[in-house]
């Protein structure tokens, strides 16, 4: 059929005409996606623990039985980002997997920048809606995009669920409807706080009721008094909502019941720093942009995208100050703006149709300044980095860093940025809409946010792959030894003193054979559930209940009774097949450091160490050695811990723990600071067990500000069994 015919002719020069319009943005699309995925092939193992961990242990799980699981336990439910993983832990090796679903999580981030050009494109014209979407693929929320964490799924589906719900204000059907309601519960199932899309939805359907002819029809007669009572209903349904929300979530009812204060400075602080990120102008700009002059044509889409933008900035900052309220409280108190980063594509369309149509109205500007200036300087100046939190925060990092500013110096600046915010937009103003000027304006603005925003994302991401590089220096390699070792065989991981899970974490990252991770101290409960302390069965030092795995890697002075089949550093594998763990000896209440430490604010330090096999000892001596030596400060800030020891042999305790069954010697002894001091005792001829305490600790921070380490420390402690020959 020649090409002149209706039935071919009209449809190829439709669809090249598609291709071709498309090309540009499939251009930023792979380019950006390139730069991203060499930023993550730089990454060499995660660092955002539970968080990492969590999502992969789902992921294989999924992969490997088609249900969502931690260490064979069943979770649920599971994270859609855990079903997207769930494919590449079939490549094989840990390594191969960890390397495929960073490239994956890079292709699904930057992919944001499709649904951010149907957003813009609503109210810009083509190239200004290219520049949008290209400036929300360049801001530093980008830096999440390697990371095994929900955001970069969560970050495209958000921008793909505003766009639709846009769509279907402009033009509802039944069609779009279900396509807006689709998305948002693909944002929820993704990320729970993109519930708040929802919010977003409903608010967007209300308006849609109050502005259709039956709502005009409706409080077309209201008097003042129907007005009031509207008001008042208002007011109520939200107290009802609020009630409602605390039933079902304690971060709710905690914050705006406890800590209302609270939600303020998180709101302002979250959106200070996305602000900061994206080089202040999109807030400024953006926000202006939403009331649209009155001598503009009033049209569906633009109506629409300013309802959803409006909707967006309502629910997820109050969210955002929510959510950072209640973290402060049961966590740590930060900057969040990992909250509002689904923000950033909404800000940079409101921006482009600013800078093609004109800014808005001055009553606008003025609010929009107020605001921009007031969040900005409201931001506490973390110097943090890489600050996982607020990735926008990183180009102040950049300034005092390389830049050698001091932090009073970036206050200033500022203030200053967010003043010139304020004047750019004054000057936006005052162009003419469609005049070269403010085209070559829009040109220059979008070139400067751009620049800014990927220089941060740049440093941003810079930070993150040196902890990454940081963290894997400690890291024994092959990372995957133990499967090595095995061949696959389940793995236990029995250990004490885990005061930094950081090893054990990566441990299990990479060494799919690791099913249990178990201690003798309880501590394992850092590494995150489920864990298990198993319980003493017996004096031979046999524990139960048994692991029922094929081998046990014990760490950081825990030793077995049982073949060595490989070892690394401190880490020590030996073959189970199958059998009760039976300790050979274990020192308790070490740091992988040498330290014993004590609770924060306890003063008393506690160790010990509990020999089960004698078998073998012959004549010898218990021994303890403590030293300060590595803690010498001025003289007259100088303190000595006295020392407790005792002796005796093995029993169980009614914990179920090892204790001593009685005390058959016991010794005293100071170690002063700079210095180091010890002692011996008589063991029995039966398993024998020791037990050390050492009073007053001390904070190295608290006595010399230089010092970064604020645990409570004793001593560097070694103990142990001495043979008299040999």
Not at 37 to 63: C, G, K
Not at 105 to 115: C, D, E, I, Q
Request: aromatic share 10%; proline share 6%; with cysteine.
């Amino acid at each position: 059929m020649s090409a002149s015919t209706p039935e071919g002719g009209g449809r190829r020069p439709d669809l090249l005409a598609r291709f071709q319009s498309a090309v540009p943005l499939l251009v930023v699309y792979f380019a950006f996606a390139a730069i991203y995925a060499w930023q993550a092939s730089l990454r060499p193992v995660p660092t955002i623990f539970t968080d990492e961990l969590q999502l992969t242990q789902l992921a294989r799980a999924i992969a490997e039985t088609g249900h969502p699981a931690r260490r064979g336990e069943p979770y649920g439910p599971a994270s859609l980002v855990a079903y997207v993983l769930a494919p590449v832990w079939w490549l094989g090796s840990a390594s191969s997997a960890y390397a495929t679903g960073k490239v994956v999580l890079v292709l699904a981030m930057t992919a944001t920048v499709f649904p951010a050009y149907g957003l813009a494109r609503m109210v810009v014209p083509r190239w200004y809606a290219l520049g949008a979407a290209t400036a929300a693929v360049a801001v530093p929320a980008l830096t999440y995009a390697p990371f095994l964490v929900e955001e970069p799924l969560a970050y495209p589906l958000s921008t793909l669920a505003l766009w639709l719900i846009a769509r279907l204000l402009a033009r509802p059907t039944w069609g779009r409807l279900a396509a807006a309601a689709a998305a948002c519960a693909l944002g929820a199932l993704t990320r729970t706080q993109l519930a708040v899309l929802f919010a977003v939805l409903a608010l967007g359907l209300l308006w849609l009721a109050w502005e259709s002819e039956p709502g005009r029809r409706w409080r077309s007669g209201w008097s003042r008094w129907d007005w009031a009572g509207a008001v008042t209903l208002v007011i109520g349904a939200a107290l009802g909502f609020s009630a409602m929300m605390g039933h079902f979530s304690t971060s709710w009812r905690n914050t705006t019941f406890i800590y209302k204060g609270r939600i303020f400075d998180h709101a302002t602080w979250a959106v200070g720093a996305l602000a900061i990120g994206i080089g202040v102008l999109p807030l400024m700009i953006g926000l202006a942009a939403l009331a649209r002059p009155k001598t503009e044509v009033r049209d569906p889409q633009t109506r629409a995208f300013v309802v959803t933008a409006a909707a967006a900035l309502a629910a997820f900052v109050w969210y955002a100050g929510i959510k950072g309220a209640y973290l402060s409280t049961v966590f740590a108190t930060y900057v969040y703006e990992r909250n509002v980063i689904y923000l950033a594509p909404v800000l940079l369309a409101a921006m482009a149709l600013a800078l093609a149509r004109g800014v808005g109205r001055a009553w606008a500007i003025a609010i929009a300044a107020v605001v921009t200036v007031y969040v900005v300087n409201a931001v506490p100046v973390v110097l943090q980095y890489p600050y996982y939190e607020a990735h926008g925060l990183a180009i102040l990092a950049f300034a005092n860093r390389e830049l050698a500013w001091s932090t009073g110096r970036i206050e200033d600046a500022l203030v200053v940025i967010s003043l010139l915010a304020v004047a750019v937009a004054v000057v936006a103003r005052v162009l003419h809409p469609g005049s070269t000027a403010l085209t070559v304006f829009a040109i220059a603005a979008g070139i400067v946010v751009v620049s800014w925003s990927m220089t941060t994302q740049v440093y941003a991401a810079e930070g993150e792959r040196t902890l990454s590089r940081q963290v894997a220096r400690n890291l024994a390699t092959p990372y995957n030894w133990v499967d090595r070792a095995t061949g696959g065989k389940s793995v236990v991981i029995l250990g004490q003193q885990i005061s930094d899970p950081t090893g054990v974490w990566l441990t299990e990252f990479f060494n799919r054979s690791v099913k249990k991770i178990w201690s003798l101290d309880g501590t394992a409960a850092n590494v995150g559930a489920p864990i298990l302390t198993p319980d003493l069965d017996a004096t031979d030092g046999t524990l139960t209940p048994s692991p029922e795995t094929g081998y046990a890697l014990a760490v950081n002075g825990v030793r077995i009774r049982a073949p060595v089949v490989d070892r690394r550093g401190t880490s020590v594998l030996y073959r189970l097949d199958g059998k009760p763990i039976q300790l050979e000896d274990a020192l308790i209440g070490r740091e992988s450091d040498g330290w014993m430490i004590a609770k924060r604010g306890e003063k008393v330090a506690h160790a010990s160490y509990t020999r089960y096999d004698v078998s073998r000892d012959g004549p010898g001596l218990a021994f303890v050695r403590l030293t300060r030596e590595g803690w010498c400060p001025k003289p007259g800030l100088r303190g000595t811990g006295k020392v407790t020891v005792r002796i005796g042999p093995v029993g169980i305790g009614p914990d179920k723990q090892p204790a001593i069954a009685h005390v058959t010697q016991k010794r005293t002894f100071d170690v002063p600071d700079c210095q180091g001091n010890g002692t011996t005792l008589s063991p029995p001829n039966v398993p024998w067990r020791m037990e050390i305490t050492l009073a007053p600790t001390f904070v190295p921070k608290d006595i010399d500000p230089s010092k970064s380490d604020n645990r409570e420390l004793g001593a560097v402690l070694d103990a142990g069994f001495q043979p008299l020959f040999g």
